[in-house]
């Protein structure tokens, strides 16, 4: 099979990790890979993303609770449309849950304040690049949605020296994943709605 379809059907979501250290010239290779990705060239043709890299395990854990807290926090509201599911908020309540499954890499994409309206399409498409190339080295991966609130609290933004205006639009993890060998529930289901030929 062609390489680069193996690696996007073996692709997985990993959420346990090895403490092996990731090298820092792979995790370069990674965002290299996601600044390939395609993207609005307007109003300028500057690449459009940002990446903050964190591999200290202290503060990927103080950002898990701080996480973890704002959803607590914005759940127990009386908005309905903030109720999260309640096997998300039993998780979040339990004090060993770590939003980032203790992977020993986060990558907190953001978007650049002049990227154009498709900036969260650019970024999206940066990381199914940088996932799929990970894959490709033997690294495990995951997009973790519930990292999203640290990109609305100024004390984290502050932390990571990431300047005013950009925006957190993706936090990825990566690890070498304790099982090698992933597989997942094949992909048969009927997906075209109409073939013009």
Not at 158 to 174: H, K, N, Q, S, W
Request: charged residues 25%; contains cysteine; hydrophobic residues 40%.
């Amino acid at each position: 099979m062609n390489t680069v379809f193996e690696n996007i059907y073996l692709r997985r979501s990993v959420r346990d990790y090895k403490p092996n250290d990731v090298p820092d010239d792979v995790i370069r290779e990674l965002i290299k890979a996601g600044t390939y990705a395609p993207f609005s060239p307007y109003p300028t043709r500057h690449q459009p993303r940002r990446f903050v890299v964190i591999k200290n395990r202290e503060m990927i854990d103080r950002l898990s609770e701080r996480a973890k807290k704002m959803w607590l926090d914005v759940g127990t509201g009386s908005s309905p449309e903030i109720k999260r599911p309640e096997n998300v908020m039993k998780a979040l309540k339990m004090p060993e849950f770590n939003i980032f499954y203790n992977a020993p890499v986060l990558i907190l994409m953001f978007a650049m304040p002049h990227a154009y309206t498709s900036h969260e399409y650019d970024c999206a498409a940066a990381a199914e690049n940088m996932l799929i190339a990970a894959r490709s080295l033997g690294i495990g991966s995951c997009w973790i949605g519930l990292g999203m609130p640290l990109g609305s609290d100024q004390n984290t933004l502050a932390e990571l020296d990431v300047p005013e205006g950009y925006r957190l639009m993706v936090p990825l993890i990566f690890g070498y994943p304790v099982k090698d060998t992933q597989t997942g529930p094949p992909r048969d289901e009927e997906v075209i709605f109409k073939w013009v030929s």
